[in-house]
T-cell receptor, first 114, second 114 residues
Framework: SQKIEQNSEALNIQEGKTATLTCNYT??????LQWYRQDPGRGPVFLLL?????KEKRKERLKVTFDTTLKQSLFHITASQPADSATYLC?????????????FGSGTRLQVQP | NAGVTQTPKFQVLKTGQSMTLQCAQD?????MYWYRQDPGMGLRLIYY???????DKGEVPNGYNVSRLNKREFSLRLESAAPSQTSVYFC?????????????FGEGSWLTVV
């Protein structure tokens, strides 16, 4: 069966350190992968997109890698700040005319301690 | 621009009652979605509308109906609410999802069925 796995346990790190979140998937052939941030009581907000032919994407303190052989994406936040504390969701997109919507993982909660 | 607006924010229903969640977007997007989010389950697609005049079932459509009233509006109806439909509901929209465009989410509607 198709599955997207994100670490369900919260990730606690110290301010200034690099946070690394993992997204693994099985039985999908995504054309692209997106990462979203969700704060408590709010809707998800788009952060980054990476396509299947891209290995790495950066945006300010954020970096995403995409390994289609390992079926894994890593999401890095460098020089983390308490304001980065939130839940981070990965989502897979497929180039399938029968399914034009993202499939989301359940998210990993990040807590950055000052 | 308001982005994606959904109403109501909170609602308590009795089992068997019906209600409609309203959603509107002002970004001239073609595609609109309804997701539900439950603890540990992530965001699951209920229905989506790839363009005005079309709707398709997602992963968990049972117990729901949708209407794409026009390009701006996409409503979700619960005909006979059940406790299993207690959840947070998110409406979302995007321009051309198959090309990886960003999905924009509303702020969510908290529904409790007692």
């Amino acid at each position: 069966s198709q599955k997207i796995e994100q670490n369900s346990e919260a990730l606690n790190i110290q301010e200034g350190k690099t946070a690394t979140l993992t997204c693994n998937y099985t039985n999908y052939s995504p054309a692209y992968l997106q990462w979203y941030r969700q704060d408590p009581g709010r809707g998800p907000v788009f952060l980054l997109l990476i396509r299947e032919n891209e290995k790495e994407k950066r945006k300010e303190r954020l970096k995403v890698t995409f390994d289609t052989t390992l079926k894994q994406s890593l999401f890095h936040i460098t020089a983390s700040q308490p304001a980065d504390s939130a839940t981070y969701l990965c989502a897979l997109g497929v180039m399938d005319t029968g399914r034009r919507a993202l499939t989301f993982g359940s998210g990993t909660r990040l807590q950055v301690q000052p | 621009n308001a982005g994606v607006t959904q109403t109501p924010k909170f609602q308590v229903l009795k089992t068997g009652q019906s209600m409609t969640l309203q959603c509107a977007q002002d970004m001239n997007h073609n595609s609109m979605y309804w997701y539900r989010q439950d603890p540990g389950m992530g965001l699951r697609l209920i229905y989506y509308s790839a363009s005005e005049g079309t709707t398709d079932k997602g992963e968990v459509p049972n117990g729901y109906n949708v209407s794409r009233l026009n390009k701006r509006e996409f409503s979700l109806r619960l005909e006979s609410a059940a406790p299993s439909q207690t959840s947070v509901y998110f409406c979302a929209s995007s321009s051309f999802p198959a090309s990886g465009n960003t999905i924009y989410f509303g702020e969510g509607s908290w529904l409790t069925v007692v």
